[in-house]
């Protein structure tokens, strides 16, 4: 007979930092967890796709972050520090004492500046589609698009930015998900949360990163090049790159099944280490 997975359950939650963030839940409550944190300008729905695929003995978390999707979307904090601030508070929220952290895009850097904050309570750190360092030309080519972004954001810009992150023609319906998410995002929210990506800088700080950590790049990375992938490997002690061929910036949208597999095979491997 076929498997019957769970449905993810939707869920809001207050947290100590002052704002009250909506996340999907799913899998054994017992279990080993994990929480993904989306991109840029996203939302839990970024990792629908490897939620299917994760097998039910995980205890997963996807977020919102605050200002996306369902969360909170207040005046400020919107900085990388704010955002990782959130996904600790988050953990104390909903009771988790430790557990694996995965980022996508900005998810990587909020990820990554939570598992500095905390780190004993990151059991290890899955990044995908991160960099070094978030400043080069064509981030600030993105930055240069937002100044005159008008409120509502149109959907056709939308579209056209996040289908210039993927490399493989995806669902058409999970595609419009995204589109749809992205659209919903306030102009000013897009503008501040990119001001914050563009202003982290832990360079200095990666090397106190003590959690096993995997860095997934999809080849044909538009946004952040092969170069930023090793150098970020090497500051990160013990830290392993894996490359996708066949993907672009969102490995977790175009491979999700890899994705998913490639997350299990590392908590694997990292906890009998």
Do not use: K
Not at 46 to 56: A, D, I, K, Y
């Amino acid at each position: 007979m076929p498997t019957i997975r769970s449905q993810p359950r939707s869920a809001t939650v207050d947290v100590a930092t002052g704002v009250r963030l909506h996340y999907m839940e799913q899998g054994d409550p017992n279990g080993e967890v994990i929480v993904f944190v989306h991109g840029w300008p996203d939302s839990w729905y970024s990792f629908s796709r490897v939620l299917h695929h994760l097998p039910e003995r995980y205890h997963a978390y996807a977020l919102d972050l605050r200002g996306f999707g369902r969360s909170d979307r207040p005046a400020d904090g919107y900085t990388i520090d704010d955002l990782a601030a959130d996904v600790v508070a988050f953990l104390d929220a909903v009771d988790v004492d430790r557990a694996t952290l995965v980022g996508h895009s900005m998810g990587t850097f909020v990820a990554r500046r939570a598992a500095q904050m905390a780190p004993d309570r990151t059991v290890a750190l899955v990044l995908i589609g991160s960099a070094e360092s978030t400043t080069n030309a064509v981030m600030r080519e993105v930055r240069a698009l937002l100044t005159e972004l008008p409120d509502p954001v149109p959907v056709d810009f939308a579209r056209e930015f996040q289908a210039g992150t993927v490399h493989v023609r995806l669902p058409d319906a999970f595609f419009d998900g995204i589109v749809a998410e992205s659209a919903a995002i306030p102009a000013r929210v897009w503008r501040r949360t990119f001001d914050g990506i563009l202003a982290f800088d832990d360079r200095s700080e990666l090397a106190r990163i003590g959690a096993p950590t995997l860095v997934i790049w999809g080849e044909h990375d538009g946004l952040f090049d092969r170069e930023q992938q090793e150098r970020l490997t090497r500051r990160i002690p013990g830290a392993r790159l894996r490359v996708y061929p066949d993907a672009g910036h969102c490995p977790n949208w175009e491979q999700p099944r890899r994705v998913a597999d490639d997350v299990v095979a590392f908590l694997g491997s990292a906890t009998r280490s």
